[in-house]
């Protein structure tokens, strides 16, 4: 912050260990931020509701304001890519839930087709055994005669 006085002059000013003086900007923040920071908890034991905070947290933050939110908050950016689809996922399934994936519908396009084609080349054959039991049954018959 323009004007504030440096960590030197804070040190020598008030006879505080520079150590002191690190752990309470670390526990307490800089000027800027006074609140104190939440303890961390694992990733995997944070609610939906903390989830979805975390995730409106990080909207509109620059690359180093992401890194700092992050490392506070004890996670890694491919944790956030995972809850933002799991929260898209329940979002598709709530509002679209008779839409299928154009990859599910074009397999089961082909699927249906392949179904047809099988199913006529079944009756072909069938028919064509047919014929070729009957021309054996009329071989046999004729040849029977002479």
């Known amino acids: 912050m323009p004007g504030a006085p440096s960590?030197?002059?804070?040190?020598?000013?008030y006879g505080i260990s520079?150590?002191?003086?690190?752990?309470?900007?670390?526990?307490?923040?800089?000027?800027?931020?006074?609140?104190?920071k939440k303890k961390s908890k694992a990733s995997h034991n944070w609610s939906p509701k903390e989830k979805l905070e975390a995730l409106k947290d990080i909207k509109g933050l620059n690359e180093e304001e992401l890194g700092a939110y992050l490392r506070s908050n004890g996670l890694h950016s491919h944790q956030l890519d995972a809850?933002?689809?799991e929260v898209l996922d329940v979002l598709k399934s709530k509002f679209y839930p008779n839409k299928k994936d154009p990859k599910v519908l074009s397999l089961e396009k082909e699927v249906k087709a392949l179904q047809k084609s099988l199913t006529r080349k079944e009756k072909a054959l069938a028919e064509a055994a047919a014929l070729l039991i009957l021309k054996k049954k009329d071989d046999d018959y004729f040849s029977g005669e002479e």
């Open 18 to 36: 520079p150590s002191a003086l690190y752990r309470w900007v670390q526990e307490y923040g800089n000027s800027l931020s006074m609140k104190k």
């Open 7 to 13: 960590k030197v002059e804070i040190i020598s000013e």
């Open 83 to 85: 809850w933002n689809k």
